[in-house]
């Protein structure tokens, strides 16, 4: 199984989401990109995955949509309707593939309501993963 996870900047959402399923199913090839990647991962995505043992799956860096070869996953999953429209504007051919998970950006949230949004993440990578 190949997955793609998509965000705005590769820096919450999508990493985690990678680095959890990383940790889930270590059989699986499991990336993320970002729409337009212009700030380094989050430090509190390292901290939540340090309480999940999973921080050694995290990327060192965020990437870009840039390259990828969008046709070549299983699943592509996007974190909004309006990633979900970015992707099927470079492949149309995608979008039997594609998963809108409705995940609310934390950027700009207080730290109590960005966990929120990494505990409902971890969930859907669990139901992804067949953990529940």
Request: proline fraction near 5%; glycine fraction near 4%.
């Amino acid at each position: 199984m190949k997955v793609l996870f998509v965000c705005t900047g590769n820096a919450h959402r999508s990493p985690l989401a990678e680095a959890l399923l990383k940790n889930a199913r270590p059989d699986w090839i499991v990336e993320s990109a970002g729409l337009d990647v212009a700030i380094p991962i989050a430090v509190e995505v390292k901290r939540y995955l340090a309480k999940e043992n999973a921080e050694q799956y995290l990327k060192k860096v965020p990437e870009s949509m840039h390259g990828k070869m969008l046709a070549s996953y299983d699943i592509i999953i996007a974190m909004e309707n309006r990633h979900k429209d970015y992707i099927l504007a470079i492949c149309p051919q995608c979008a039997s593939k594609i998963i809108v998970w409705n995940i609310e950006d934390p950027y700009f949230l207080p730290a109590d309501e960005v966990v929120k949004v990494y505990d409902q993440i971890k969930k859907k990578v669990w139901a992804l993963a067949g953990l529940h």
